[in-house]
């Protein structure tokens, strides 16, 4: 169907907006009003194949521009971002629905990895062995792949694109994003300070689209590279079909976050961390705690110190100081709250139910309060399903070794966190346990910009983590030059591999 309205989110091909050859178009909501406030395109095949042109037309002068004109950019466009974050922050609350707070944190984040990607000459550098065999000498460089594809989900619509594209520009990649239809607009406001920055047109493209676009990256024969953050049944997806078309591949998925609470931890803390990490971007992070397992006989305790710390948060649209906004759209909000459902027929205890939230906002919005579910059995789809939503379960156990194997046992393996005032059992879960990111007494151990971000098992398809130093990995391939340059001594036939 196509609606264009003057407020129609468009494509950014070659430095300016395209409408595109695509008549089809999608709904992008205003959550805490539940409206459709603009629509956005949906692009075809030769939408992509448009931007990816632009894309290749733009890397042999931008790979072969010098390491301080791109760092001159980035740092022109860090220092935009930083001066405007709060405009970023405003389309971040309108479209995705979070409270301003949090829509600037994000915003602080992303930037962390901007300003990693302005100093990424040194980490880019190659090595070089003098005299490797007599008068012989062996180096490295990193040279960039050309045009990269990067995917992106709608939980950060400014962060998980900022995860990629700093570091693929900086190294002299060009780049197509496909930001999520849900909440799009980010990505334009971006573009646009990328060129005010004096990014060369056609470095940085933005095509908006469902599975026709991203099917249309993942099979070009001109995209050297994917980079997806989404589901697991998507990235595992990508990955496999990314793969079979020659791209390297990057594909995080989801998660579902346990927190272990051992007996000795300071419970206010516990509970505090529990609410933050459980009900912040309304349970919409894909490092947000799900699980809290507590180890008896701390269960009741907790239960009751979070319950008090619940029963003062407040709900509504992100502009109004408010500490939770809506969820993205209705059909998600429905299929969240539905495992408040599934929960009681498992024989699990509903203590606190969002579904009857007050919330300070458009009677039509998308909105579902904090809800609490102790006594959650491991086989119930509570607990095995990524839910997504402000719903936080409780799994009770009776010591450190059963909570473990629980965690170990999941599929998913994104982000995990253990609170103890001891400091030998933190030190063994930190060994033992199966996740990729790991919090001792911090419940969202998101790395800073320069670690890589990334987690085990179903949390991950591809064996790199996004940014940091793996993305300099990610984003370049090695050669290895191996050079001699004659002199009067040199002279004879040897048909052996050079041995002094
Ligand atoms: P999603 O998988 O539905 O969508 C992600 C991207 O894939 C979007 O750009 C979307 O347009 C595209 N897409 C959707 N369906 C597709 C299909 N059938 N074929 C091809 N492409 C398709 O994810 P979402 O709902 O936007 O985001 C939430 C999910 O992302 C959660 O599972 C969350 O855990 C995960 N996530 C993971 C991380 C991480 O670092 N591991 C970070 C953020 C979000």
Known sequence: MSTV????????????????????????????????????????????????QAAKDAFPDWSGASWAKRQQVLFAFREILNARKGEVAAIL?????KVTADALGEVARGLEVVEFACGVAHLAKGEYSENVSTGVDVYSLHQALGVVGIISPFNFPAMVPLWFFPIAIAVGNTVVLKPSEKDPSASLWMARALKEAGLPDGVFNVVHGDKESVDALLEHPDVASISFVGSTPIAKYIYETASKHGKRVQALGGAKNHMLVLPDADLDLVADSAVNAGFGSAGERCMAISVV?????????L????????????????????????????????KVASYIDVATTDGAVVVVDGRGVKADGEADGFWLGPTLIDKVPLTSRVYTEEIFGPVLSIVRVNSYEEGLAIINASR?????????????????FQNEVHVGMIGINVPIPVPVGYFSFGGWKDSLFGDTKAYGPDAIHFFTRQ?????????????????????N
């Open 479 to 499: 050669k290895a030059i191996t050079s001699r340059w004659l002199d009067p001594s040199h002279g004879g036939i040897n048909l052996g591999f050079p041995q």
């Open 412 to 428: 998913y393996g994104n982000g995990t966190a253990i609170f103890t005032n001891d400091g030998g059992a933190a030190r063994r």
């Open 293 to 301: 397992i507590a180890v008896e006989p701390v269960a009741d305790d």
């Open 303 to 334: 239960i009751a110190k979070i319950t008090e710390r619940m029963s003062g948060l407040t709900v509504g649209d992100g502009t109004r100081g408010c500490d939770m906004g809506p969820l993205i759209t209705k059909e998600h909000r429905d």
């Open 5 to 52: 309205t003057a407020d129609t989110v468009e494509h950014w091909i070659n430095g300016k907006t395209v409408s595109g050859a695509s008549k089809r178009t999608g709904p992008v909501f205003d959550p805490a009003r539940g409206e459709v406030a603009r629509e956005v395109r949906l692009a075809s095949t030769a939408d992509v194949d448009s931007a990816v």
């Open 93 to 97: 609350t309108s479209e995705h629905g």
